[in-house]
């Protein structure tokens, strides 16, 4: 015989397996061609942006790229003249800081342009973007698309959502009467409204009860996560022992 805890529960999936999508520059989106529902790679390309900021960054790193070189050379000069004490220590030190100040702000700037998914060494041989790549942060689905093509986003908005389904969990409310039965690793059988069953295993069962409900949080990791969706709502059954008894014979007993 089974024996089974019925419980309600969600399908949740864990912070780390959402994300939202967003720019380090703002600008005008391009070329947004994923829809709803569709499955994107880790890296895949979801759309462009094109900044004038954008631009002036590239300008100003290639500048500063120019003006370091020259500062270099006139720093290792000074360090010269002044090791062959032919110069002032002014005139050393004031090449040391300009030379240092300058290029703390050239890794700076190629630093942000490598966060932008930008190759600085192209910049730096003339071949400038006009648009800045999104990439895909996770694998998964696409949740939900927020911004449209040609229309502006800035840095603090979202333009769609990434969800990973296959590393959804199975959360259950338990009431506290029913916690004694309960272990690590029992199997779930749950299923949505439509009928279909699924299964599950207990990862983590709770360590503190909620005064209002008097339940507690017990996370389940979803075995067959096939046509499951982030928020579900699911009648779960915890199998909390399942014992075969074994029967007399009639015989024996005569």
């Known amino acids: 015989f089974e024996g089974i805890v019925e419980v309600a529960g969600i399908v949740e999936v864990p912070p780390s397996q959402l994300s939202a999508v967003t720019t380090l520059m703002p600008g005008i989106i391009k070329k947004l061609n994923v829809l709803e529902g569709q499955f994107v790679q880790k890296g895949q390309i979801l759309f462009y942006v094109e900044s004038q900021e954008f631009i002036s960054l590239q300008q100003e790193f290639a500048t500063l790229n120019e003006s370091l070189n020259y500062l270099k050379n006139d720093f290792e000069r000074q360090t010269s003249l002044y090791n062959e004490n032919a110069n002032s220590e002014k005139k050393y030190l004031q090449a040391e800081s300009e030379y240092k100040s300058n290029?703390?702000?050239?890794?700076?700037?190629?630093?942000?342009?490598?966060?932008?998914?930008?190759?600085?060494?192209?910049?730096?041989?003339?071949?400038?973007?006009?648009?800045?790549?999104?990439?895909?942060?996770?694998?998964?689905?696409?949740?939900?698309?927020?911004?449209?093509?040609?229309?502006?986003?800035?840095?603090?908005?979202?333009?769609?959502?990434?969800?990973?389904?296959?590393?959804?969990?199975?959360?259950?409310?338990?009431?506290?009467?029913?916690?004694?039965?309960?272990?690590?690793?029992?199997?779930?059988?749950?299923?949505?409204?439509?009928?279909?069953?699924?299964?599950?295993?207990?990862?983590?069962?709770?360590?503190?009860?909620?005064?209002?409900?008097?339940?507690?949080?017990?996370?389940?990791?979803?075995?067959?996560?096939?046509?499951?969706?982030?928020?579900?709502?699911?009648?779960?059954?915890i199998i909390t022992h399942n014992q075969k008894i074994k029967g007399v014979s009639s015989i024996a007993v005569l």
């Open 103 to 237: 290029l703390a702000n050239f890794k700076g700037l190629k630093k942000k342009i490598e966060l932008l998914g930008i190759d600085p060494t192209q910049i730096l041989a003339g071949n400038y973007y006009a648009s800045i790549p999104i990439y895909a942060p996770i694998s998964g689905s696409v949740k939900k698309i927020f911004g449209l093509n040609g229309s502006f986003i800035s840095t603090s908005e979202s333009v769609l959502e990434i969800v990973n389904i296959n590393k959804a969990n199975l959360v259950l409310q338990v009431f506290e009467s029913q916690l004694e039965s309960l272990k690590v690793n029992q199997t779930i059988e749950f299923s949505s409204s439509l009928g279909k069953v699924y299964h599950a295993k207990i990862k983590n069962i709770g360590a503190s009860l909620d005064q209002d409900s008097k339940t507690v949080q017990v996370i389940a990791e979803i075995i067959d996560a096939v046509r499951i969706f982030d928020g579900m709502h699911v009648n779960a059954k």
